[in-house]
């Protein structure tokens, strides 16, 4: 079972959230505020953080950043009430992080955490250089190839 911490400051939507990604099947934290959400992300180690973009202390980008530099491994869900090309570039420059339009549907939230858990998943399992073989071969379709590359321990 996957741990999520949710992170928004609209105390209506954090709620319906949790609840919600606990009817799914997740173990769910939740925290109000960019603060709350730092002092949470470490020793909880969640899998994934659904976090707000409109934080009442901090913005959710900073809280990103801060996350990534602590090296938080787990995936960021970024909710955003605007799509605008500055803030996209600036999430891409502080690393890997999806993002979701705010308020964000229950069916859309499901959606996005299921992707976004099974893309970590995968990332985790497969070294970067592993996938790029396997997509080479998959998209040549040289399956002898990817075998040869398997036997002698070019693809872990």
Same mark, same amino acid.
């Given at each position: 079972m996957s741990a999520i911490l949710v992170v928004d400051g609209e105390p209506q939507l954090r709620l319906l959230y949790a609840e919600f990604l606990r009817g799914a099947g997740y173990r769910v934290r939740s925290a109000r505020n960019g603060r709350e959400a730092l002092a949470l992300a470490e %020793?909880?180690? %969640?899998?994934?953080?659904? &976090?707000?973009? #409109? &934080?009442? #202390?901090i913005s959710g980008i900073d809280v990103l950043g801060e996350l990534r530099s602590r090296n938080f491994a787990g995936t960021v869900l970024l909710l955003a009430g605007l799509r605008d090309e500055p803030l996209l570039r600036r999430i891409r420059e502080l690393g890997d992080a999806e993002v979701a339009r705010k308020p964000c549907g229950l069916r859309d939230l499901a959606r996005a955490v299921s992707a976004a858990l099974a893309r970590n998943e995968e990332a985790r399992r497969y070294p970067k250089e592993s996938r790029v073989v396997m997509e080479r071969h998959a998209l040549s379709g040289n399956v002898s190839a990817w075998a040869d590359d398997l036997i002698h321990g070019r693809v872990r």
């Open positions: %020793p909880e180690s %969640p899998q994934m953080i659904v &976090l707000s973009v #409109d &934080l009442p #202390d």
